[in-house]
């Protein structure tokens, strides 16, 4: 029971038109002891397919999401594809998996640096910070060579004009001198350093995204049977030699980046916050899906999937692929505290997205969210579920850059760090760099894959679907930067009669089922230490490692200000 | 002068996509020369920066929320109006908008000199793929109002 002292916040980032993620939690005593994770906005924009040819489904799907383009259109071609039961010429998986890749990449750092790293990050204690010194933590951590005192001191120079200017620009809004905020000075002004390296090298990523898409952020070269990227090494405007070294060049930049700066620093950041290690388990069944096809017929990956109930990665238990009947038949969405009609749960191909608003109700209906289930139970998607599934199955990858991270964070923090502490708030930080070391691997891997195929005179980029009479139905799924998601299509006589999208944040964003299950989010919560109810840091910590991407954003640009993310303490 | 004239918003959710209809308005009805780029980019928040960094003015369409205005007026912002309007805590990667990216290239010292922004107030953002009568009649003098700041600056269309 509540005590008297407990108090509810709300963190409900926008008010009058629309809205993305509500976080409601009561806190007692210091901690949280109860939460709900709310979405505040209808998206029923699946319903804009039916009826619509299924080869342009994937034009539309990439619109669900700004920032999740290109995961929302290979998703939407694998579930047709896996429909019509078509193979996909080996220079499409390829090009399609470079594309993953490059995009993963920019998006894990771009998380880690520009929306997440300030929860950890005081930007004020630069200015105390010694930049020699600073420089020789960074060149001890890695032999990255923008880690140079002068480099430390041009960065802390330029944080001072921001402080003396009387606005923080970027930072305006972290919690400045919370007492949560542990770094030492000199790391602080190594994470500032850092991020603005992390602006550039994330747009190499890009950048190999626009080659091979055609352009960004919405891509050109998708289409259901392949890609339509001409392949002619005596052609100037076809993908070529050069075309494919310049994205190498590119590619390698990323690569560098990833492996002596990103990794380095999350490690860093853990070794100085070791106790965060004990808290935002949350759920610990983990789900992932395999990807980066390696055949025609996507029976082979490189990144491994699969279900690990209760954290227990003995009971791991693989998912071959978009046609293993575990997989297929696994999947319900519930809607007892969603704002739907009826209850479920739901197989997706059966989906219904029916609205039924009745206010925000703790007890009741209170998120436009559904909440997906696996074999009925809730999951955690994200790099941590695909780490874990990695590590699990013995993934060469998975296992040897995992084990570094942990004994790189051993020698920071002084403790001795295992993989049981990964169910934590600072595991799914430590899990997505790993990920991202373990993709940076395999972006040479399947660019080498793709420049020797074409090298050997394959350029084949495109079966020809054609649709039969009658109904079939078609699961497309990608690990995506934030987790599994998956496409389910039902078609009829050649058109799109349902279409359902599963997205990463449904399953961790999800809220209580008909059995009264929390989702990851809140679950995560429970626990989480509160120094100053009026700045919720510890809350949006764990809340920002999930990686949360509210799918179909609405950009609307507010002058006012109305529409900021506001926190209510009552 | 490299110019970009980005349309910001996403097409499946009604007067939203009044940005890239502006932007396809343009592209089909001028030919403004290989030094612009006119572009439809979706809703790209936290990317945003990505695509502001080789240009020397950029023109952003957008929908804005305005209480006092009618659907479909067209309002234009100066870049010191863009800074100024409030941020916040962001939960996703999605509330970002262009006055955080404006401020984040500001601090990196590669941000664009001159951004102007050109708003349409809309009337519903509510799933679906047209624009709302007044939002619609907007868009031509959305793409009235883009063509003039760059007359002033020494394009014609």
């Given at each position: 029971m509540p005590t008297a002292t407990a108090k509810r916040i709300t963190i409900d980032p926008i008010t009058r038109i629309e809205g993305h993620l509500r976080i409601d939690v009561e806190v007692d005593q210091g901690k949280v002891n109860k939460a709900w994770a709310s979405s505040t906005m209808f998206r029923g924009i699946e319903r804009i397919l039916l009826g619509r040819d299924p080869r342009e489904a994937w034009l539309f799907t990439q619109r669900f999401c700004g920032v999740c383009t290109t995961v929302h259109a290979l998703a939407s071609v694998r579930a047709v594809e896996d429909a019509l039961d078509l193979p996909i010429p080996i220079n499409a998986q390829y090009i399609r998996n470079l594309i993953l890749i490059a995009h993963a990449m920019h998006d894990h750092i771009v998380h880690f640096y520009h929306l997440s790293a300030l929860d950890w990050v005081d930007v004020t204690q630069v200015l105390k910070a010694d930049p020699v010194k600073a420089s020789s933590i960074a060149e001890s951590l890695s032999d990255w060579r923008n880690n140079s005192a002068k480099e430390m001191a041009a960065v802390k120079a330029r944080v001072k004009g921001l402080v003396d200017s009387g606005q923080l620009g970027p930072f305006a809004h972290g919690y400045w001198g919370h007492p949560a905020m542990k770094l030492p000075p000199e790391v602080n002004l190594i994470a500032v350093a850092h991020y603005l390296q992390a602006l550039e090298y994330q747009r190499y990523a890009n950048q190999v995204v626009a080659m091979l898409g055609g352009k960004t952020p919405h891509i050109q070269n998708v289409a259901v049977g392949g890609v339509a990227n001409a392949i002619n090494l005596e052609s100037e405007a076809a993908l070529n030699l050069d075309r494919l070294y310049q994205m190498k060049s590119l590619l390698d930049k990323v690569v560098s980046f990833v492996q002596n700066v990103y990794v380095p620093d999350v490690c860093a950041v853990a070794g100085f916050y070791?106790?965060?290690?004990?808290?935002?388990?949350?759920?610990?069944?983990y789900l992932s899906v395999p990807d980066l096809p390696l055949d025609e017929r996507s029976t082979k990956f490189d990144l491994p999937g699969g279900f690990i109930p209760n954290g227990d990665l003995s009971k791991f238990h693989p998912i071959t692929g978009q046609k293993d009947a575990y997989w297929r038949k696994a999947v319900t969405e519930d809607s007892e505290h969603a704002w739907y009609k009826g209850g479920g749960p739901l197989h997706p191909w059966k989906g219904e997205t029916d609205p039924e608003y009745t206010d925000w109700k703790e007890d009741g209906k209170y998120s436009w969210v559904k909440a997906p289930r696996f074999e009925g139970q809730p999951a955690q998607v994200g790099p941590l579920a695909n780490v874990l599934a990695g590590y699990a199955s013995g993934n060469p990858l998975m296992v040897k850059w995992t084990d570094a991270a942990l004994s790189k964070i051993s020698a920071i923090a002084k403790i001795k760090a295992t993989p049981a502490m990964l169910h934590s708030t600072l595991g799914r930080h430590g899990a997505r760099a790993v990920r991202t070391a373990v993709l940076s691997e395999l972006a040479v891997k399947h660019w080498q894959l793709l420049t020797d195929n074409i090298t050997k005179g394959d350029t084949t980029i495109f079966n020809q679907p054609s649709f039969p009479k009658g109904q079939i139905e078609g699961v497309g799924f990608h690990e995506a930067p934030r987790g599994t998601l998956s496409h389910w299509v039902v078609i009829d006589n050649g058109a799109i009669k349902n279409y359902q999208a599963v997205v990463p944040t449904t399953w961790n964003a999800s809220p209580r089922d008909s059995k009264g299950t929390s989702g990851p989010y809140e679950a995560s919560l429970i626990g989480n230490p509160i120094a100053d109810p009026q700045h919720p840091l510890e809350v949006l910590r764990t809340v920002h490692s999930f990686d949360p991407c509210m799918a179909c954003a609405v950009h609307m640009f507010d002058p006012t200000g109305q529409n900021v993310a506001k926190v209510k303490v009552l | 002068m490299k110019t970009a004239i980005y349309g910001i918003g996403n097409i499946l959710l009604g007067d939203d996509g009044v940005g890239p209809a502006v932007a396809r308005y343009l592209s089909l009805n001028t030919s403004l020369g290989p030094d612009v780029t006119i572009e439809d980019?979706?809703?790209?928040?936290?990317?945003l920066p990505n695509y502001m960094t080789e240009y020397d003015l950029i023109i952003f369409v957008d929908a804005v929320a305005a209480a006092d205005a009618t659907p479909g007026t067209v309002r234009l912002y100066s870049r010191e109006e863009i800074v100024a309007a409030p941020t916040g805590i962001h939960i996703?990667?999605?509330?970002?908008?262009i006055n955080d990216a404006l401020i984040v290239l500001d601090f990196a010292g590669t941000a664009p000199k001159d951004v102007l922004l050109v708003g349409v107030v809309p009337q519903t953002l509510e799933g679906g793929m047209t624009l709302s009568p007044s939002v619609a009649g907007a868009v031509p003098r959305a793409a009235g109002t883009v063509l003039a700041e760059l007359g002033k600056r020494s394009y014609a269309s």
């Open positions: 070791p106790d965060w290690f004990n808290y935002g388990a949350g759920v610990t069944n | 980019l979706g809703t790209p928040s936290l990317d996703s990667p999605h509330e970002p908008t």
